[in-house]
């Protein structure tokens, strides 16, 4: 586990914070030219997310008191130790929730680990004490906010990659909007 100090938010009493999976470079690029490719802010409208705030969450841990920073490491180095693998993650389809007006990439086929990752995750943060939210895992990349959407475009080609490592997240609310942190990265076997 490496932490960046700088980043852990000290000075302040508490974070907003979340587990996540960045896409590598590639298909950061990728997941980024979709909303532009598949013309979604004139089918949809919305705000596209930013290339750099592409992500996929596993946990959503919200607001904690900077303190509980060390025990959220802890946990997951001990998620890790237990043998947390590496997988391909392909991104084969484009949805829209109305419920919230997110429009999202995500996978046909939720690999065995990322959920295995989850579930892990999940308990070791309960049996820490941290109350999470009980919606079942519903793997996905928000693409644009605020959308309304009629038709959605079929995504051509899949994008995917090989995941090797996650992230613990810092989320601050900007004047141009949320910029995410990272705190701590742990790689997957
Ligand atoms: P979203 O993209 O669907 O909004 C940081 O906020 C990340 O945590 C986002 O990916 C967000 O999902 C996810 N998340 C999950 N539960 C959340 C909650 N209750 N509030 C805010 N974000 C949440």
């Not at 992500?55 to 025990?71: C, P, Q, R, S």
């Not at 997110?102 to 939720?110: D, L, N």
């Not at 909007?177 to 990272?182: E, L």
Request: glycine letters at 6%; aromatic letters at 8%; proline letters at 4%.
């Amino acid at each position: 586990m490496r932490v960046a100090e700088e980043n852990t938010g000290i000075g302040r009493k508490t974070v907003r914070v979340f587990f996540a999976i960045w896409p590598n470079d590639t298909a950061q690029k990728q997941l980024a030219g979709l909303a532009r490719q598949l013309r979604l802010e004139s089918l949809c409208g919305g705000r596209k997310t930013k290339a750099e705030n592409t992500h996929l969450t596993l946990v959503f841990v919200g607001e904690v008191d900077t303190g509980k920073l060390a025990a959220l490491c802890r946990i997951a180095d001990d998620v890790q130790a237990s043998g947390a693998r590496a997988f391909d993650f392909v991104v084969d389809e484009i949805r829209y929730w109305k419920h919230n007006n997110i429009v999202y990439a995500s996978t046909g086929k939720v690999p065995r680990e990322l959920i295995n990752l989850v579930t892990a995750l999940q308990n070791a943060l309960s049996a820490a004490g941290f109350s999470l939210e009980r919606r079942a895992y519903r793997p996905h990349i928000t693409l644009a906010r605020d959308a309304s959407c009629k038709t959605l475009p079929e995504l051509t080609e899949p994008i995917a990659w090989r995941v090797r490592e996650w992230v613990l997240v810092k989320s601050e609310q900007a004047s141009g909007g949320s910029v995410y942190i990272p705190i701590g990265r742990w790689p997957l076997a």
